[in-house]
């Protein structure tokens, strides 16, 4: 099998692992921790959100 990606890079293998495009959650969205870029942004070190403060911030994909 070949695959050739958006930037033109041909890959050949038996079997092709695709992922597509990452993106926060809807739950994220709802929840106003995500930025234009369509990520959470959050403090390193903890892991809490730069956007809002929150006591937790999780977010599962179901």
Request: proline share 3%; net charge positive; glycine share 10%.
């Amino acid at each position: 099998m070949t695959v050739t990606t958006n930037f033109g890079d041909t890959h050949k293998g038996g079997v092709i692992n695709v992922i597509p495009q990452q993106a926060a959650g809807k739950i994220a969205h709802v929840s106003g921790v995500v930025d234009k870029s369509g990520w959470c942004p959050v403090h390193l070190d903890t892991f809490e959100s730069k956007l809002k403060k929150m006591s937790m911030l999780l977010v599962m994909q179901v």
